[in-house]
């Protein structure tokens, strides 16, 4: 008798869930065109120059906003957040999309309405993890959500420019930007629908209970108050101090490559390609096997060994110059890249409070773009210096200290 009151709630969950993730897809597949589209336009029409502002002009918004968007979604209701922000990001894009009809906006417009997108984005993410606890109450359903998600986020970034690559000299800017501002369009009525489909009987924790009203400050002061819970906890401030160094690292090696190749005398762009595709493909893989085995409860060990062991494979890159074995060590990379990104983030829903949450997440996400801006104009020069192996040893030996920083908390290792 208990069968057919529970087969009707798990269609409907399954079905919640699969609009929910169909509507980021999309929308990571238009941000993904963007993106392509945007930098092979500034380059065709400038040169260098002007694509390196505009990578700066979508890292910065990130960087410095971060923590005070963390703010916002602790303050605000968070599918509420993140349908308002695929509105203005609809709105924005739209208005590109417009002009690119024309002559296309000029250097100082470009970089202004880059700038603003990336800014108007900085609280979609953030919301969206801090919001899957309430969404996924069972822990093993919430962390297979956050890894099918962030799977998801790693195939776009393999797919994702190999199409827009493909179909730029047919679509055109225009396109790009009239596709990419659609899919906007397309993630805000997934999450309304899902907003407006969860709560109700029988969904208890998709509506937690009302918590006592907090004093409301200002966004400096909860800034502050979000920091010193997050470097008062030994976890999150291990991982925080770190990780700014370690993704400006990664960040950097994707523009050494080109060089690094070159004078090893792989000249194909075809290995540059499969490099990152064999990283992306390892990230997905072990962000499969971290949600789907036991993995998912031994987190600690998981961060602990995450960038010693990419370390070790960027240094078996530079030790064995041939192409195989170098694909290889790139897709040994991703692994444990994409398994400690879910037991983070994981981490984070579980066991920061829930007021915390939101901060938890604008701050890493703001923390890990903090000197990506910086990286390649640092690393860069450092391959100019020497040479560009040395480059990528240096960042090897990078890995191999922010891993010995984390590696020696007892309490990152101990996580279950």
């Known amino acids: 008798m208990s069968s057919p009151a529970v087969a009707p709630k798990r269609t409907v969950a399954a079905g919640v869930t699969t609009a929910l993730w169909l509507g980021l897809a999309v929308s990571l597949l238009g941000d993904s065109f963007y993106r392509v589209g945007l930098t092979w336009n500034a380059t065709t029409d400038g040169g260098i120059g002007p694509a390196a502002l505009l990578g700066t002009a979508m890292a910065l918004p990130v960087a410095l906003l971060g923590m005070f968007g963390g703010v916002v979604i602790d303050r605000f209701n968070r599918p509420g957040l993140m349908i308002v922000t695929d509105v203005v990001r609809f709105a924005v894009v739209a208005a590109f999309a417009v002009l ?20 108007s984005g900085v609280c979609f993410t953030p919301a969206l993890q801090s919001w899957l606890p309430d969404l996924f109450p069972d822990r093993d359903r919430m962390i ?30 225009s396109g790009f930007l009239w596709f990419d501002a659609g899919t906007f369009a397309v993630s805000a009525v997934a999450v309304f629908y899902v907003r407006r489909a969860l709560p109700g009987p029988g969904t208890p924790a998709l509506a937690p ?63 540059f390609g499969a490099l990152l595709a064999a990283n992306a493909i390892g990230r997905v893989l072990g962000a499969w096997v971290f949600a789907h085995t036991g993995l998912k409860r031994r987190r600690g060990p998981v961060l602990a060994v995450n960038h010693l062991s990419q370390g070790v494979m960027l240094g078996l890159f530079v030790l064995v110059p041939d192409p195989v074995v170098c694909t290889a060590a790139f897709l040994l990379m991703g692994l444990p890249a994409g398994a400690s990104q879910i037991a ?28 990506m801006p910086l990286g390649p104009l640092f690393f860069g020069w450092l391959g100019a210096l020497l040479e560009p192996r040395w480059a990528v040893v240096i960042i090897a030996a990078t890995f191999f200290a922010g891993g010995a920083a984390i590696v020696s908390s007892r309490a990152v290792r101990s996580l279950q």
């Not at 002559?103 to 800014?119: H, T």
């Not at 976890?235 to 060089?259: D, G, H, I, N």
């Not at 829930?354 to 923390?367: D, H, I, N, P």
């Open 209 to 271: 209970p009302p918590e006592p009203p907090r004093p409301r400050r200002n966004l400096l002061a909860d800034v502050r108050e979000g920091l010193r819970y997050i470097f008062g906890n030994e976890v999150l401030r291990r991982q925080f101090t770190v990780f700014p160094f370690m993704e400006a690292a990664a960040y950097s090696l994707v523009f050494l490559l080109p060089s690094y190749l070159s004078a090893a005398k792989y000249t194909a762009s075809w290995l």
């Open 344 to 371: 983070l983030s994981s981490w984070v829903q579980t066991n920061v409070d829930r007021q915390f949450r939101g901060r938890a997440f604008g701050t890493l996400t703001s923390f890990v773009q903090w000197l």
């Open 144 to 173: 297979k959500f956050d890894a099918l998600f962030l799977t998801t986020i790693n195939v776009v970034g393999v797919v994702g420019p190999a199409l827009a690559g493909a179909l730029y000299p047919f679509v055109g800017m």
């Open 100 to 119: 690119f009809l024309g002559n296309g906006p000029g250097l100082p417009a470009l970089l202004a309405g880059a700038a603003v997108l990336a800014a």
